[in-house]
C-alpha cells in the first residue's frame, strides 16, 4: 500500500518568517495529495489540496508544490502567524485500486515564536 | 450545515467492554469515513463505506464493525474493547465528486 514520510516532526518559526513542511509518497498511482491542519482538540481541517496533473497551487499565504518524478510535495506558508500554530498534516490517496481512503504522514507541530 | 458530528466526545471502557461511537453528516454524501490517530501519529483508515449498504475494510479493520443503514449515519462498533483501542476516532465524509473529505471533531477513547 501507500507510505507517507512528513518532515519535520517539529518546526519552530518565528512569526513573520516562512515555513515549509515535506512529504514523500511511495506509490506513483497516488493522484491527490491534501494537507491538513489540526488544531488541539479538534478534527483536521483542510487548507490546501493539489492533484498530480499540477505542480503548484497557491492561495494567499499558503502553496503547495508537487513533484510526480522524485514523489515528493511540500507545504510553504508564507508570513507565518500566530494562529498558524498547530499540527500539519499531509496526505496522499492512492487510486490504483483496493481501499478508498487517505493515507496520512505522522504531522509537524508548527510553532511560531512571537 | 452541522457537518460531520460524533458522539460521544470522550468515554472510558473497561476492558472487555463494548460500545458504538456515532457518526452522522448531513451533507448528503455518499462516502464516509473512520480515521484512528494514535499519539504522535498520522490518522489511520479503519473502515469506509461508498453509499448506504456498502461498508469496506480500510488499514486496520481488526476489533472494529461497522454498518451503513442511511446516508447520514456511519456508527463503529467496538465488540471487546482492549488497550491497544485506545485512540482519538475521527469520521469523515465526502462527496462523490469531490476528493475534499469533511472531518468531525473526534470521539477521544480510552481503554483501560
Known amino acids: 500500500g501507500e507510505n507517507v514520510e512528513q518532515h519535520p516532526s517539529t518546526l519552530s518559526v518565528q512569526e513573520g518568517d516562512s515555513a515549509v513542511i515535506k512529504c514523500t509518497y511511495s506509490d506513483s498511482a497516488s493522484n491527490y495529495f491534501p494537507w491538513y491542519k489540526q488544531e488541539l482538540g479538534k478534527g483536521p481541517q483542510l487548507i490546501i489540496d493539489i492533484r498530480s496533473n499540477v505542480g503548484e497551487k497557491k492561495d494567499q499565504r499558503i502553496a503547495v508544490t508537487l513533484n510526480k518524478t522524485a514523489k515528493h510535495f511540500s507545504l510553504h506558508i508564507t508570513e507565518t502567524q500566530p494562529e498558524d500554530s498547530a499540527v500539519y498534516f499531509c496526505?496522499?490517496?492512492?487510486?490504483?485500486?483496493?481501499?478508498?481512503?487517505?493515507?496520512f504522514g505522522k504531522g509537524t507541530h508548527l510553532i511560531i515564536q512571537p | 450545515n452541522a457537518g460531520v458530528t460524533q458522539t460521544p466526545k470522550f468515554r472510558i471502557l473497561k476492558i472487555g467492554q463494548s460500545m458504538t461511537l456515532q457518526c452522522a453528516q448531513d451533507m448528503n454524501h455518499n462516502y464516509m469515513y473512520w480515521y484512528r490517530q494514535d499519539p504522535g501519529m498520522g490518522l489511520k483508515l479503519i473502515y469506509y463505506?461508498?453509499?448506504?449498504?456498502?461498508?469496506d475494510k480500510g488499514e486496520v479493520p481488526n476489533g472494529y464493525n461497522v454498518s451503513r443503514s442511511t446516508t447520514e449515519d456511519f456508527p463503529l462498533r467496538l465488540e471487546l474493547a482492549a488497550p491497544s483501542q485506545t485512540s482519538v476516532y475521527f469520521c469523515?465524509?465526502?462527496?462523490?465528486?469531490?476528493?475534499?473529505?469533511?472531518f468531525g471533531p473526534g470521539t477521544r477513547l480510552l481503554v483501560l
Open positions: 496526505a496522499a490517496r492512492y487510486s490504483g485500486g483496493g481501499a478508498d481512503g487517505l493515507t
Open positions: 463505506s461508498v453509499g448506504a449498504g456498502i461498508t
Open positions: 469523515a465524509s465526502r462527496e462523490t465528486a469531490q476528493e475534499t473529505q469533511y
